[in-house]
Structure formats: C-alpha cells, structure tokens
C-alpha cells in the first residue's frame, strides 16, 4: 500500500507527488521550492540549502530522520555548482554517508533551477 506524505509544500504541477512511502521505504523528489511554493533562484549554495532542507522535513513529516536515507540523486544543470552542492550536503548528512549519484543534465523542468534531489530513506528495524 502506497501513502502520500503530506509535505507542507505546495502541490506539484506536473503529474507526481513529493514524496510517497511504500513497503518501508520512502521516495521523495526536491527541487528548491519553499513552503508558500515560491521557487529559490539564488546561487547553488541557495538552491541546495532549500532542497536539503525540503529533503528534511520531508522526513520528519513521514516519521524518518536524515539517518534513513539511504541513496540520494543529485541533478545540476552544470557539474560548476558540484563544490557548492557538496558544502551543503556535508552539513545534511553525517557518516555513514548515503550512496549518491551526481550528474549534470541540461535542464530541469522547474524554471529557475539549478538542482533537483530524488531520496529513497528506509525505515529502521
């Protein structure tokens, strides 16, 4: 059975949800959007900061903590914004480190931004 996590942010226009747990596991996207859906087009430290912290309470709404999650999906528009993104990051997450894939793509379908985060966390035994 599938539960939509209520995330506090404004609802997607394009067809997907936040965040959906599903079998102990929860699978969340996060594009620099803050709670009253406006989007962060600042510098990639400024965009990073709002994802992350969207990843967070994320978790806490569905009852995981940033210790949950297991594998995170960085997309950038330019692998340029990697050192900033990684500053940001390491201020998220502690040892031992989720698995993560960074890549740069050409866009991103939310105007205005320079990263997306997809995050699968799972619930502890």
Same mark, same amino acid.
């Given at each position: 059975m599938?539960?939509?996590?209520?995330?506090?942010?404004?609802?997607?226009?394009?067809?997907?949800?936040?965040?959906?747990?599903?079998?102990?596991?929860?699978?969340?996207?996060?594009?620099?959007?803050?709670?009253?859906?406006t989007?962060?087009?600042?510098?990639?430290?400024a965009?990073?900061? /709002?994802?992350? !912290? %969207? #990843?967070?309470?994320?978790?806490?709404?569905?009852?995981?903590?940033?210790?949950? @999650?297991?594998?995170?999906?960085?997309?950038?528009?330019?692998?340029?914004?990697?050192?900033?993104?990684?500053?940001?990051?390491?201020?998220?997450?502690?040892?031992?480190?989720?698995?993560?894939?960074? /890549?740069?793509? !050409? %866009? #991103?379908?939310?105007?205005?931004?320079?990263?997306?985060?997809?995050?699968?966390? @799972?619930?502890?035994s």
């Open positions: 599938h539960r939509v996590i209520e995330t506090g942010l404004k609802k997607p226009t394009a067809p997907h949800e936040w965040a959906i747990e599903a079998g102990g596991t929860l699978y969340s996207v996060h594009v620099p959007i803050r709670p009253d859906g989007i962060e087009n600042g510098d990639s430290t965009q990073a900061e /709002v994802s992350f !912290s %969207d #990843l967070k309470a994320t978790l806490e709404a569905a009852g995981y903590t940033i210790h949950d @999650v297991v594998l995170v999906q960085i997309y950038l528009t330019s692998l340029e914004h990697k050192a900033a993104v990684d500053n940001v990051y390491r201020g998220f997450f502690q040892k031992p480190l989720p698995v993560r894939v960074c /890549v740069a793509v !050409s %866009d #991103l379908p939310t105007p205005g931004t320079i990263i997306e985060v997809v995050a699968t966390a @799972v619930a502890r």
